[in-house]
């Protein structure tokens, strides 16, 4: 079975600064999405990001960043000028490509943003 | 489009209780999800459904039923609720397959059985 792992219960930065979030997954599978999700106060789960297993090229998307190391089974979420609207549950999540139900989420990392 | 919504917001339930969490997408998805968050957990499958009238087991699906009769709406029953079940559940939808894969999460729904 799957498993995703953030190491990190607890990270803070301070404002306009960059953090770097862990994650690490295992998995037999070749192919399959990793995403990181935010989940604010609100409880709404927003995306932040999603990778392809099959692109080596790491997503961006704005301040957000990943590093993808697929040899070691990592998945870093790096923010950079760090605003305070990011502070937030941060979760790391896998998804088989093909059996929509391996579907695994991390137990996520608490973001404080100092200003 | 309203997304993905989930009624009702919050409900408290007897042990020993049924009821049902309605779930409904307007985006035509053929993937549908039902988690659940306990406090301070990330999220664990429940069900998923890859189409109307097909349905499997996720991780934790003991305690639970669900039904997809159509497209849009993805019910969850809870049999005979127990402390155990008090949880945030969230309902998500996707289109299921090719590079754009992505789930849309309803608001949740809180329950606490006491």
């Known amino acids: 079975a799957q498993t995703v792992t953030q190491s990190q219960p607890e990270m803070s930065v301070q404002e306009a600064e960059t953090v770097t979030l862990s994650c690490t997954y295992d998995t037999s599978e070749s192919d399959y999405y990793l995403f990181w999700y935010k989940q604010p106060p609100s409880r709404q789960m927003i995306l932040v990001i999603r990778?392809?297993?099959?692109?080596?090229q790491n997503a961006t998307e704005n301040r957000f960043s990943v590093n993808f190391q697929k040899a070691a089974k990592s998945f870093s979420l790096k923010i950079s000028d760090s605003q305070l609207g990011d502070a937030a549950m941060y979760f790391c999540a896998y998804r088989s490509w093909t059996n929509a139900g391996k579907s695994t989420f991390g137990d996520g990392t608490t973001l404080t943003v100092k200003p | 489009n309203a997304g993905v919504t989930q009624t009702p917001k919050f409900r408290i339930l007897k042990i020993g209780q049924s009821m049902t969490l309605q779930c409904t997408q307007d985006m035509n998805h053929n993937y549908m999800y039902w988690y659940r968050q306990d406090p301070g957990m990330g999220l664990k499958l429940i069900y998923y459904s890859v189409g109307a009238g097909i349905t499997d087991k996720g991780e934790v699906p003991n305690g639970y039923n669900v039904s997809r009769s159509t497209t849009e709406d993805f019910p969850l029953r809870l049999e005979l609720a127990a402390p155990s079940q008090t949880s945030v559940y969230f309902c998500?939808?996707?289109?299921?397959?090719?590079?754009?894969?992505?789930?849309?999460f309803g608001p949740g729904t809180r329950l606490l059985v006491l």
């Open positions: 990778q392809e297993a099959y692109k080596q």
């Open positions: 998500a939808s996707s289109t299921g397959q090719g590079g754009q894969e992505t789930q849309y």
